[in-house]
């Protein structure tokens, strides 16, 4: 069955970096689209960015202002999220996400399977 595992989250200063990963596996890496998507604490779940491994087409979230980079490694069946200057606002569990094919948008609601999350934790 599909299984995805994310690691890579933790706590860390305002203005620090943290890199996310998601393994995948029980399909084929590069026919769905990939996705991170975060939820914080009494808010809806909102997407941060995807990609077509197929494609190589990411999109992300405005919010972020350029501070995310989501890339992959289908060698490796892993989708990363690397985040930089990290915000108070930032603080949230982030999932990772397959969608139900090769075509991307940032909407939860195109995303099959999800992992069970990772928390990031901002701090000041």
């Known amino acids: 069955q599909v299984q995805l595992v994310e690691s890579g989250g933790g706590s860390v200063q305002a203005g620090g970096s943290l890199r996310l990963s998601c393994t995948a596996s029980?399909?084929?890496?590069?026919?769905?689209?990939m996705g991170w998507f975060r939820q914080a604490p009494g808010k809806e779940r909102e997407g941060v960015a995807v990609?077509?491994?197929?494609?190589?087409?990411?999109y992300y979230a405005d919010v972020l202002k350029g501070r995310f980079t989501i890339s992959h490694d289908i060698a490796k069946n892993t989708v990363y999220l690397q985040m930089n200057s990290l915000e108070l606002d930032d603080t949230a569990m982030y999932y990772c996400?397959?969608?139900?094919?090769?075509?991307?948008?940032?909407?939860?609601?195109?995303?099959?399977?999800w992992g069970q999350g990772t928390q990031v934790t901002v701090s000041s």
């Open positions: 996400a397959a969608g139900r094919g090769g075509w991307c948008q940032l909407n939860a609601g195109a995303f099959d399977y």
């Open positions: 029980g399909y084929t890496f590069s026919s769905r689209c």
């Open positions: 990609i077509s491994p197929n494609y190589r087409t990411t």
